[in-house]
């Protein structure tokens, strides 16, 4: 029953939802998201054929640092999407600008001062990090290029948060293969072939980061109607920026709830000895290809529940609850079962290190799992983040990490390593439960 008309008022109103409009996209945003970890890979390789141990220690550091300070920012993304769905459902031209306006210029501003502050931020990492001072001399080259790109880093955070809410899921996997593509072809060019090393790594970044925020900018803005240009006024208007910096603040304090729950885990394991810890850093690289699969559904579920909000529409509403749902346990649970048939192989290409192979084996079915127990999580916090229902998710996020807490607390003095994975397991579980549980009343109160 889909009533989109042409122009200006394309996807306002009721629609209709089905397995076709979900996977138009999920499957692009999932491919678009798995070009992500070539890049990680490929600097990899660069640098560990550059003859030093530091290199590759260094770029590893520097990496890192970047993966905490750039994910904290996540939100820019997600509250972009939500808000831009919900006009799209509308039918809020206008809106859908401004909401994109002032999304691209926080992302400008918090990249400035990340550049800005770059020196202190630089001198903490390392603080928290305490490499070797080699390995603190790449770290500081590759830190110091690489942070030039925090603004167009985070300015394409607010272009794909755009695409996204518009459900242009093709125009955000060409925006991710011009980004992905250019930082990899740069970084073998610069990094081996002239000799740049590290520095190449880094100005392989910088470049794709720009080119595709440009890229990006000519694509969405040659798109606006001039007749809905909002003026400034309408752009910064006070109520609409509180709003935003509210749910913004409730998905960064998700955000930091999530990344301090991995560092736990990390820390913990630390504890066990190298040799655990190996073996959960090359878990956890499975644990990341399942969230690019189960992502793509939930930006699916992002879009098209923002879209039913704008369009106060229920039956749209309802039906992207079940088949997202439907989607994302399907793929975790596909996830899982190849993971159990060929993950013993998966690791082997991960590490050469016979020792960390076997300690990694022995947990592969927690790691293998976290693909069916994160499915509801993730799918949930899509939703959510569509709603624009950030206080809960929020709130959901604590209760669920202070389950996380308990479970650690119960299970690693009794499991071991095993307790640990079982922990994290219920944490994303807690995470899903918690969440489907305040969606019926949530929903009530906003249809009626």
């Known amino acids: 029953m889909s009533a989109t ?32 970890p070539l890049i990680g890979l490929t600097d990899t390789a660069v640098a560990g054929r550059l003859g030093s141990a530091d290199a590759l220690a260094g770029l590893a550091v520097g990496a890192v640092i970047f993966d905490l300070l750039l994910g904290s920012f996540n939100f820019l993304r997600a509250s972009t999407t939500g808000l831009v769905a919900q006009a799209f459902g509308r039918g809020d031209r206008r809106e859908e600008q401004a909401v994109y306006w002032r999304s691209l210029t926080i992302a400008l501003c918090c990249g400035l001062a990340i550049a800005l502050l770059s020196p202190l931020l630089l001198s903490a990492g390392l603080f928290l990090m ?8 790449v770290t500081s080259t590759y830190f110091t290029i690489r942070v030039l790109s925090a603004p167009m880093a985070l300015g394409n955070y607010a272009l794909l948060g755009f695409v996204l809410g518009r459900g242009q899921g093709m125009t955000g996997l060409m925006l991710q293969a011009i ?78 709830v999530l990344i301090g729950s991995f560092a736990i885990m990390t820390r913990i394991g630390s504890s066990m000895g190298p040799l655990v810890l190996a073996a959960n850093a090359v878990l956890m690289n499975i644990f990341l290809v399942a969230g690019y699969y189960l992502d793509g559904i939930a930006n699916a579920a992002e879009q098209l529940v923002g879209r039913a909000f704008g369009a106060a529409f229920r039956p749209a509403f309802d039906r992207a609850v079940k088949l997202t749902m439907l989607w994302s346990f399907g793929l975790g649970a596909i996830t899982t079962l190849l993971f159990l048939a060929f993950g013993t192989d998966v690791v082997g290409l991960l590490t050469t290190t016979e020792s960390v192979r076997s300690e990694a084996v022995k947990y592969l079915p927690w790691a293998a799992l976290t693909a069916i127990t994160g499915a509801l999580a993730f799918q949930m916090d899509g939703v959510f983040i569509g709603a624009t229902w950030s206080s809960a998710m929020r709130n959901m996020m604590l209760a669920a990490f202070v389950g996380y807490l308990a479970a650690l607390a119960v299970f690693v003095p009794l499991l071991g390593n095993h307790g640990l994975w079982l922990a994290l397991n219920l944490f994303l579980v807690f995470r899903g439960i918690f969440l489907v549980l305040r969606l019926p009343a949530l929903a009530r109160r906003e249809f009626g």
Not at 130 to 137: C, D, I, R, S
Not at 201 to 225: D, H
């Open 130 to 137: 305490a490499p070797t001072p080699g390995v603190a001399a």
């Open 5 to 36: 008309t042409a122009g200006e008022n394309e996807g306002a109103g009721p629609f209709e939802v089905t397995h076709r409009l979900v996977l138009s996209i999920a499957i692009p945003m999932t491919l678009g998201f798995l070009t992500t």
């Open 179 to 256: 980004i992905n593509g250019i930082n990899i072809v740069l970084s073998i060019t610069l990094g081996l072939w002239l000799g740049w090393g590290i520095a190449g790594i880094a100005w392989g970044t910088v470049a794709g980061e720009t080119i595709g925020m440009l890229a990006g900018l000519v694509i969405v803005v040659s798109r606006f109607e001039r007749k809905h240009r909002p003026s400034r006024a309408e752009i910064f208007a006070r109520e609409r920026l509180r709003a935003l910096f509210s749910l913004n603040r409730d998905i960064m304090i998700r955000t930091f």
